[in-house]
């Protein structure tokens, strides 16, 4: 016999009590939450739905890991500490096993991230997730999409282009398949910044999680800060399975637009450059100089040898 809401609930997502903050949580009308005085709460949502954000029958583990891993990734992007989360899901039905897995990968990212599952709701329909995340962070040390000035540096965490490469293999196109493992591991297991963009409070002037193309989120950076950039687009760190698929197919725009990488693109001033490159030499990710903020707005993308090189796609739009 299928179990009902309620006890999916209390069998899937009442985790033991942890944090001394949360002064009630799963199986009320609502979480009583306590907020450290002097933080600002940081809160973010964010919906996956099936056919969209995710295939039919993916690893539902994978699926529980990466609907928090987004959420997380846009509270790193504003250097926030993670601290809660409530969860929606809409299932077609019941399935134990599937409800199992899922629970075991959202689970284990918000033990390994401090987070605790304070509420949320199931219901019957179409699947998909939804998430809220919430975080502390102090309001003078947010970092924001506005705040990037002309003369100041772009960097970005970890590589770019993995997630892209594997969405193109799981549509049947061809891919080079060295590392093909890893780029599906990244795409459905995406590791959220979280620590990298705690270090960087303080540093960086600007940031944004990458989650719709580098192109497309630099590109939110630029209007919010009415600035433009150049990005050396050669300079853009890679891994090796998308170096060889550039190298096979001139594919030069993969790293730029492809989304899904959930890396962190933040600005520095030019002066704190030999600090914020310290900082990320110990980074296990890394951290890479990409380009620069100038004055004329628009982005434009050059290879090293000056020549500009034409961007054909701007990243993901759910409407565009």
């Not at 689970?107 to 304070?118: F, I, T």
């Not at 509420?119 to 970092?143: C, M, N, Y």
């Not at 433009?228 to 998308?242: K, M």
């Not at 197919?249 to 899904?260: I, M, V």
Request: charged residues 20%; contains cysteine.
């Amino acid at each position: 016999m299928p179990l009902s809401e309620f006890e999916l609930i209390r069998r899937f997502f009442s985790p033991p009590a942890g944090r001394a903050d949360v002064l009630l949580g799963v199986g009320d009308d609502c979480a009583l939450l306590a907020a450290p005085a002097g933080y600002a709460l940081a809160v973010s949502i964010d919906t996956l739905v099936e056919g969209t954000h995710f295939l039919r029958g993916v690893d539902p583990e994978s699926l529980g890991h990466k609907a928090l891993a987004v959420s997380l990734s846009d509270l790193a992007a504003m250097g926030a500490q993670p601290a809660w989360a409530t969860l929606a899901l809409t299932l077609p039905d019941s399935d134990d096993l599937w409800l199992e897995a899922f629970s075991r990968g959202f689970s284990g990212l918000a033990s390994a991230q401090g987070v605790e599952l304070v509420g949320g709701d199931i219901t019957r329909g179409p699947r998909s997730v939804s998430v809220q995340a919430h975080g502390f962070v102090k309001p003078e040390r947010a970092l924001r999409r506005r705040g990037a000035s002309p003369g100041e540096l772009i960097y970005v965490t970890g590589t770019l282009g993995e997630a892209g490469l594997a969405l193109l293999a799981l549509q049947g196109l061809y891919v080079p398949p060295e590392g093909f493992s890893q780029a599906i591991q990244r795409l459905e297991r995406p590791r959220p910044r979280v620590a990298e963009g705690l270090a960087l409070c303080g540093l960086a002037t600007a940031a944004i999680d990458i989650s719709d193309g580098l192109a497309a989120d630099l590109g939110h950076i630029l209007e919010a800060s009415d600035v433009g950039a150049t990005v050396c687009v050669e300079q853009i760190p890679l891994a090796r399975s998308v170096r060889t698929y550039l190298r096979e197919t001139g594919d030069r725009n993969l790293p730029l637009s492809a989304g899904d990488d959930y890396e962190l693109c933040i600005t520095v001033p030019a002066d704190r450059q030999s600090e914020v490159e310290r900082l990320g030499s110990t980074f296990d990710c890394g951290l890479t100089w990409i380009g620069a903020i100038e004055t004329q707005r628009g982005l434009r993308c050059r290879l090293d040898d000056g020549q500009p090189m034409e961007l054909r796609s701007g990243g993901f739009d759910h409407f565009g």
